[in-house]
């Protein structure tokens, strides 16, 4: 692959600054469209060491309006990161719609320079590869505009740009030992990073290589590389995130009772506890929930806890139940209502992930991820081909926090129409439980059976072995709370190992 590179390509000076006068010009044009457009953009820099892609992005941030970018170095992890999943402090990072990202130190750095030294195996390799290609395949069906730059660098190019450097007392500080003990390995990483453009180059995130021997036609090319893909995507139909149709979807067709069944209508709803049974129990839970919460503090493992259920079904209620047996240093609830403007700017999952516990807390979810494939999905907010494959992004990213040890215990509070019907009228006579009902809460009862289904869908499509849900009938609020507290504490311990 490399053995292609135009090596040797050289740009005269008048040459290159002719072309620049253009170039830059027609750069601040198309940054000023994909801005008006609401398109993100990421621009990834990877290659050899000494290939100058500090250089080029500095070139490039001359010709760009700064005020539309940023730009991210990754080093090695800080405390805070290594204290969430991996791709934690990518998600941190992603440009909103309308700016542009530049990145290079970037997600392909760490598994590179792993496999380069050996540390790594190829099956290993493979499956961080694959996660990368996910990743950038979701970001990009978004609407996230990708392009990425492989700056070049033959073995003897590179061994002439390090000394050249080292040998400029300005210049010098750019050049560490770890830059030689790294290109001691040039050949692997040049077989692993071969291994990588072939994985991870695609139609929506295609690679282009630089060659870098001349440093004005490596950053022509990239300036290049920048316009011919910022207006293919302005020509091109809106790849971004349109809005989606007004109005919810028609109703399937009517089916037999016999053939609607689903696994709501396994729950039992009928599932009561007495009064001086439930204070027992649940006193008990809370209790045992206390000390659970303590040792996987103590041991660093946080804690995700999903809440998701009809409207009144009681998630407050059990959240209260779970949050009163921790200490409130501890955890946080986070309460998920219509997206800020800050949040619509971005992947629908980035609001979540900004909130993943750092190691040893907890966080609950008061409704969450899942409202892409039940509320947005029933009412039309997302379009079918974004809801769709929604349920793919939803198990990547749990399993991706169960992968770096966090406790994931997901609860669907269950109640029939007839429940949901009662407590509603209650709301709305009762004083200090009217702030609970309101226009919504009935208009999404009139379309029970369409949520019905798409629960339905979303149990079936996303109860993995890693992620399980537990079904809990809430028709009785007190059975409901003691089910739910006992339930985690059982997560909890298998995760313990109690």
Known sequence: MFETAELGRSVGREEYESEVRTLRLQLLEAQRDLQLAGVPVIVLLGGADGAGKGETVSRVLEWLDTRGLDVHAFGPPTDEERERPRWWRYWMRLPPRGRIGIFFGSWYSEP???????????ARYDRMLSEIAFFEQ????????????????????????????????????????????????????IEASEHAIRRTDTSLAPWVLVEATDERYRDL??????????????????????????????????????????????????????????????????????????????EKRSTVVVFEGWDASGKGGNIRRITAAIDPRNYRVISVAVPTDEEKARHYLWRFWRHVPRAGYVTVYDRSWYGRVLVERVEGFARPEEWSRSYLEINDFEQQLVSHGVVLAKFWLHIDGTEQLRRFQERETV??????????DWRNREKWDRYEEAVSDMIARTSTAQAPWTLVAANDKKWARVRVVESLCARLERALGG
């Open 112 to 122: 590179l320079v792993e496999r380069a030294f050996s540390r790594l195996s190829r």
């Open 138 to 189: 979701m970001l990009a069906e978004d609407g996230t505009l990708f392009v990425k730059l492989w700056i070049h660098l033959s073995k003897k190019g590179q061994r002439r740009r390090l000394r050249r450097l080292e040998a400029d007392p300005a210049t010098r500080w750019k050049v560490t030992k770890a830059d030689w003990k790294r290109f001691r390995k040039y050949d692997r990483f």
């Open 221 to 298: 090319m990239a300036g290049r590389t920048l316009l011919e893909r910022f207006q293919a995507r302005l020509a091109a139909a809106p790849a971004g995130r349109a809005a989606a149709p007004a109005g919810s979807p028609a109703p399937p067709p009517a089916m037999s009772r016999e053939a609607s069944l689903t696994i709501l209508d396994r729950v039992d709803l009928e599932r009561t506890l007495p009064l001086p049974a439930y204070e027992r129990r649940l006193a008990r839970g809370q209790g045992r929930l206390g000390r659970l919460v303590r040792a996987a503090f103590e």
């Open 431 to 440: 004083a200090w439980k009217r702030h609970k009902i309101g226009p919504e």
